[in-house]
């Protein structure tokens, strides 16, 4: 089921297209299949639930009705190893969202895209589609969930919490529309002066710079000082064998460093 978007979309940056649902198995998913049916670029998928929402490394995304979940499609023509930093990119814009619209409430981001308020997770992001160089088109796809009135009460490494648990009595329409202009500004900053500016912002806003903190990878686990991210979007910690670069993987902050 469809419906209009705020305004009938007017209050969306120009070009912006979008799609509304009641209810949908997950936004990147159909975001993922208006890709290959040719979509423009700039589409936007709207959920009000999700059935099947999910999150990074294949972990489930808890969907009901009263937070935020959408899903832009792009069509990037930067090289796919470039590619990751819009998640750097989408964290950002999903800050100043949040700013926009609860400016009271005081937003950090983790490693690489997570953000939190208060140690707790408060909204996400999970990139995907098929950005293979030798791609017809390549199609990405950013995927942003927030957690507005309610968040999930199972308590994991990393407990959970909604604008409405800090206080913030937001509407999730508001919310969209602020980090859909978040979405366009630094999605045009990053096309036109590459990953550094992004980078700068980044690391301004980042949890956990110059303390201890734990990479959990699939293989394995390194624990060391969070030192900066590289030029690319890489975690460079350092451990006792020397600095240690991370491409992927859950960040813990363990306490403070030391120098």
Known sequence: MTGEGPTSGSDLPDGFTLIRLSIVDSTNAEALRLAQMNAPANTLIWGEQQTHGRGRRGRT????????????????????????QLAFVAA??????IAAVAPDISVEIKWPNDLLVGGRKIAGVLLEGNVAENSKRRSLVIGM???????????????????????????????????????????????????????TEWMNRAIGIGEKVEVRMAEKTVAGIFRHV??????????????????????????????
Request: charged share 15%; aromatic share 6%.
């Open 61 to 84: 995304w808890d969907s009901p009705f009263g937070n935020l979940y959408c899903s832009l499609l792009t069509y990037p023509t930067k090289p796919a190893d470039q590619l990751a």
């Open 145 to 199: 969930g927030v957690n507005v009135s309610s968040h999930p009460e199972n308590q994991g490494a990393i407990p959970a919490t909604s604008l409405a648990r800090e206080g913030a009595n937001v509407s999730v329409n508001d919310l969209l529309v602020a980090a859909t202009h978040g979405l366009e500004r630094w999605i045009g900053i990053w096309e036109a002066e590459g990953f550094a500016p992004i980078r």
């Open 230 to 259: 590289d030029d690319m979007g890489a975690l460079v910690i350092s451990t006792v064998g020397g600095d240690h670069t991370v491409n992927a993987g859950d960040v813990f902050l363990i306490g403070p460093g030391e120098g």
């Open 92 to 97: 950002l814009a999903l800050s100043d969202g």
